[in-house]
């Protein structure tokens, strides 16, 4: 029996994987700024066997209501093991190219607000030498391309911070996992044309719970990413600046 | 808004549509130009025809409301979003002593599916339809009200709903009584017979005594073999009952083949083997409740079996007095004419009133057949059977049609001009524009 906390719990994502830990009988913690959304979530994951889920309002760009909120979580599961943070927004690239504030905004969103998180929990589970931190990045901070380059430079933040929170955690028998789904099946993507590569949130779901059971370090979800982004990541700049991705 | 093509169960119809995802109870319709759309929700599109879909207009998918909200395991009563699935109540609901009061052939569809179209199963002659058990529902209007829908509420939009195909607005949710249950195990009885009138007094000798009752009948059988078939009845296994060997497996039809493997070789081959499955007349056995309720769910997009062009079902019901002449007329229609399907299915429906305005079931016998998709050939053998269906003053299933004529429709659902007062202005159905196109 695990205690989890979740942020962005009102993630499709975060829901789905909430889902899973509540039928297997943990106890959850669970973050997000719509108090509506959160309690409905939360009423459905007890129907579901979840025997002690706690909801709390919080937004995540807060960064003064972060301490309050996990001291909150340690209180409340009596303790805590196990991290996932889900929060983010899909930034709009053209807006984002107009507009300083709103590229500041968003890179707060995807990125800060994590790393703001991530610090204080990082301390905790070092303390008490044990648990396991999963964030959830994106294929698109593997490269950025000019479609997404703000949320795809936020998410390349996110990724770099945990891969040298891996290696310093590691001494200390915390687990720290890296999630990168590729194109999933969201409201955030509703506006996209789903083809071949979309998944669903519950594959991803699953992805995400096996690799931290595993305490797996760099997760593409689905697993077919990973060559995607080899062959991505291994186009020579003359090349790929010229193309339109 | 995305377009997405969306098909029902026939596979016949491949229609693009707008899409909304909705994503939760909370939201709210979008907003519309007046005339410039309309609006159906979609479930798990497990109707057969045109009822799920909305040529030229927005499809709303409530796949994403799959959230249970409340659930009493003391007295039963459930309440969950309008996308759950049954599969995901039964998931919840069995190991918790507790069943659904009433269940379709799949339980692959949606509460808002299973209330749209007012389903039946095997305990019709006990239980009645799906509505009968549904408390109360919220109804979503895109004028932005949410009525709630109850017998004592709103009851005319709850009599609207309920049957109503998604025309009188969205369910987002729903409160069911579910029924108690000791195990998953059913006592079932497979019996063989040679004629309709076997069947008949089967169903009178096991009505009183099996909650449920079914049949499978062979399509392709003339003359003496008219009416030939198998008779399953069960109940739910007493509390204290030993346990049976059962591993949950499905497996999915791979891909669809260039011709449907149906035809009427295949066909009579087919009927002939299953009718004989089992050496005695009578083989009694204890089963878990998935392959009793459920036996295509084992098989994944079985329906792809039927090729490229899809398949029509044809469910009709008609009044009992003359149910045997009438049921022996279509069948003998059907025999001749060299279609059909194995998947037959023959039923007795009781007299537990029905409570939506459209419901289809009445007291009678009910008879379902798959036929694959023969273009005008198929049609003419469909109006033969429609002409009986009309003069004995029974009606066909709308969650399975494809193709009735408006008359049909409007002569075997007489609620049809006041339920018309009750569909939403933004709300309409490739199905209801076609039955109503001559009105």
Request: with cysteine; charged share 20%; net charge positive.
């Amino acid at each position: 029996m695990r205690k989890i906390l979740i942020v962005g719990a009102t993630s499709v994502i975060a829901e789905a994987t909430a889902r899973i830990w509540a039928q297997r009988g943990d106890h959850l913690f669970i973050v997000a700024r719509n108090k509506q959304r959160l309690d409905a979530i939360a009423d459905d994951l007890r129907v579901r066997g979840c025997s002690n889920v706690n909801a709390y309002i919080m937004d995540a760009n807060d960064f003064d209501a972060h301490v309050p909120m996990l001291d909150a979580a340690e209180k409340a599961l009596n303790g805590l093991d196990t991290v996932l943070i889900a929060h983010g927004t899909l930034s709009d690239q053209p807006a984002c190219q107009q507009s300083v504030d709103l590229t500041m905004k968003e890179f707060t969103t995807n990125a800060l607000s994590t790393i703001a998180l991530l610090t204080h929990i990082a301390n905790r589970f070092e303390q008490q030498k044990k648990g396991t931190i999963a964030v959830i990045s994106s294929v698109a901070g593997d490269r950025g391309r000019q479609s997404n380059y703000v949320y795809g430079s936020a998410k390349a933040m996110v990724t770099a911070f945990t891969s040298g929170l891996r290696q310093r955690l590691y001494q200390s028998g915390v687990s720290v996992v890296t999630i990168k789904p590729g194109f999933v099946d969201t409201p955030m993507t509703a506006s996209f044309k789903k083809g071949l590569l979309w998944a669903s949130a519950g594959s991803v779901a699953k992805a995400i719970d096996n690799a931290m059971r595993k305490q797996q370090g760099i997760v593409y979800a689905p697993s077919f990413w990973c060559i995607i982004m080899l062959i991505i990541k291994g186009i020579p700049e003359f090349l790929f600046k010229r193309i339109k991705l | 808004m995305p377009k997405e093509i969306f098909t029902s169960w026939g596979r016949v119809l491949k229609l693009e549509h707008e899409v909304v995802a909705l994503s939760n109870r909370f939201d709210e319709l979008p907003k519309i130009s007046q005339g410039s759309s309309t609006f159906l929700p979609y479930g798990n599109g497990r109707s057969y025809g045109d009822s799920c879909l909305n040529a030229g207009g927005t499809i709303l998918k409530t796949a994403a409301l799959d959230r249970f909200i409340a659930f009493d395991p003391e007295t039963g009563i459930l309440r969950c979003e309008s996308g759950v699935l049954l599969s995901e109540i039964l998931r919840l609901i069995v190991p918790q002593g507790w069943f659904l009061p009433v269940t379709p052939g799949t339980r692959f569809v949606t509460v808002g599916g299973a209330i749209a179209n007012d389903v039946h199963g095997k305990n019709h002659h006990v239980s009645g339809t799906f509505g009968r058990h549904v408390r109360q529902l919220e109804l979503l209007r895109s004028d932005s009200q949410r009525l709630i829908c109850a017998a004592t509420e709103h009851p005319d939009y709850f009599a609207a709903t309920i049957g109503g195909l998604g025309l009188t607005g969205l369910v987002t949710w729903a409160e069911i009584q579910l029924r108690r249950i000791g195990n998953p195990w059913i006592d079932a009885e497979t019996i063989r017979f040679e004629s309709l009138d076997e069947f008949f007094s089967l169903c009178e000798e096991s009505d009183w005594d099996y909650e449920y009752t079914v049949s499978w009948v062979d399509c392709a059988g003339k003359g003496k073999r008219l009416g030939r078939g198998l008779f399953m009845r069960g109940n739910h296994a007493p509390a204290d009952s030993m346990p049976a060997n059962y591993s949950q497996k499905t497996r999915t039809f791979p891909f669809t083949p260039p011709v449907s493997l149906i035809n009427s070789i295949t066909l009579k081959a087919f009927n002939s083997a299953y009718y004989h499955k089992q050496i005695s007349r009578e083989l009694r056995h204890t089963q878990h409740y998935e392959p009793f309720f459920y036996p295509l769910d084992g098989m994944l997009e079985w329906n792809r079996m039927y090729g490229p062009k899809g398949f029509f079902q044809y469910q009709c019901i008609v009044p009992s007095q003359n149910g045997e002449e009438v049921i022996a007329e279509l069948l003998g229609e059907i025999a001749a004419s060299g279609m059909g399907s194995f998947l037959a299915v023959l039923k007795i429906c009781g007299d537990a009133a029905s409570p939506g305005m459209l419901s289809f079931p009445m007291k009678g016998v009910s008879l379902a057949l798959d036929f694959p998709n023969r273009g005008e050939k198929l049609e003419h053998l469909f109006k033969r059977l429609d002409h009986i269906v009309r003069s004995a003053g029974g009606r066909l299933y709308p969650a399975k049609d494809g193709r009735m004529p408006g008359d049909l429709f409007r002569s075997g659902f007489p609620r049809w001009q006041e339920f018309t007062n009750y569909i939403d202005p933004d709300f309409s159905s490739s199905f209801w524009r076609r039955v109503m196109e001559e009105v």
